[in-house]
């Protein structure tokens, strides 16, 4: 079911929580909104399920409007489900009996409610456990749950409000692969929102950027961590430097530029003209040779198969992160390359 947002304002006592959204999510995509707390996200999804009005603007499901002037589609007839950081589980009643109530409650006999119950549970790989009550079950477990019953209310779209915030790193990392999976599995629309751009990065088919009520940027996530339209989105998503440089030429979607006191070619947005610009460096983008810019190790951080570095680079006054193989120690010295890199669309 695909999601529409066309101008989407939501304003509380004088705050904008949300201001002016609009967003187009096609059916089947896993979409993730990223963003500091207080930016409004959460806001956002209410809008969708139907827990809050829009003030302005529209919003459709499957190109039906469900909220606008004078329509508000209540949330129990918009076939969404959501997936809250608390799971609302019910604690008396086994796994089964979660997944299978709301089906008995709509109408379906017992017997065909607990069929139903048992296919959703094995989309999230918890059939074994569906005799289980959910007070013993583990964190993740207990969102599988809240996932299946999504699924057996006929949720075509689900929405999931930071539902990993709970757990601790390790299980984090595996519910990102069993919701990607789940995802696969289900086909169904699905919009995630979290603070957390690990996260955000590893699960989005696409994602968008949001920040004090406005979508910053939106696109597949490679393109917003290779290509980020502001300062604000580079600095949010993924880790860099931000350099001021002066532009020498543009030839072909590339520029040609100088900073401290050697040049490089670094990728460029259409419209770049010479001048000073902003050079967005990825610690990727600088590696280190025999030759190149001499530089030295400020700081560094082992990470298992690398080492976070900052090094300050010779007639450069910022600090630059790059990621290197060898050990470096605080104050060596080495050579520096910088290998590709990305002018922001504004100064
Ligand atoms: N019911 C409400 N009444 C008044 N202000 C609200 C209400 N709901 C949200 N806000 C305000 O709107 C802004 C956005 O809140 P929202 O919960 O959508 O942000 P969020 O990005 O989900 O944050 P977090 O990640 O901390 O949950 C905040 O300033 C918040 O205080």
Redesign the pocket.
Known sequence: MSIGLNGVTRR??G?T??DRVTLDIPAGTFFVVV??????????L?LIAGLERPDEGTISLNGARVAGPHLHVPPEDRSVGVVFQSYALWPHITVEGNVAFPLETAGMSGKAARLAAARHLETVALTALAARRPADLSGGQRQRVALARCLAQGARTILM??PLANLDPHLRATMEEELAAFHRNSAATTLY?T?DQHEAMALAGRIAV?WD?RILQSGPPEEVYARPATARVAGFIGKGALLPVEVLSVVGGRARIRLGGTAASVACPDGTSPGPAQLLLRPEQVVAGDDGIPARIVSRTFRGNHWDAVALLDGVAQPVPVSLTDRPEPGDTLRLNIRDGWILPEV
């Not at 963003?35 to 956002?44: A, E």
Request: one cysteine or more; hydrophobic letters at 30%.
């Open positions: 509380f006592a705050k929580a949300v963003g500091p707390s207080g930016c409004g996200k959460s806001t956002l209410r409000d930071e929102i603070h949001m009520g």
